[in-house]
Nanobody
Framework: QVQLVESGGRLVQAGGSLRLSCAASGRTGSIYRMGWFRQAPGKEREFVAAIIWSSGNTYYADSVKGRFTISRDNAKNTVYLQMNSLKPEDTANYYC??????????WGQGTQVTVSS
């Protein structure tokens, strides 16, 4: 089992920055990749970014490319999402997820990000 706890979400003005954190515990040695997803009210959950745990290779949704950066600290078993140039449409509940065997099987409880215009 892997446990995930997100933090860092809050209210921020458009154009501002925010860094989300996701601390992993449990069987972290078996993690293949970790991802950030978000879900806005009335919308489906969408992929934001992912990082391969061993190599550090990163992947982004087109909507956040160039503004968001995903990174990891292996020693702390923590993944970060640095969000710059935030827009009101970035408002959502942000979740991190861990993939051990090809699917995101473990999810955090989410952290709310609200961007005011």
């Amino acid at each position: 089992q892997v446990q995930l706890v997100e933090s860092g979400g809050r209210l921020v003005q458009a154009g501002g920055s925010l860094r989300l954190s996701c601390a992993a515990s449990g069987r972290t040695g078996s993690i293949y990749r970790m991802g950030w997803f978000r879900q806005a009210p009335g919308k489906e959950r969408e992929f934001v970014a992912a990082i391969i745990w061993s190599s550090g290779n990163t992947y982004y949704a087109d909507s956040v490319k160039g503004r968001f950066t995903i990174s990891r600290d292996n020693a702390k078993n923590t993944v970060y999402l640095q969000m710059n140039s935030l827009k009101p449409e970035d408002t959502a509940n942000y979740y991190c997820a861990a993939d051990r065997v090809g699917n995101y099987d473990y999810w955090g409880q989410g952290t709310q990000v609200t961007v005011s215009s």
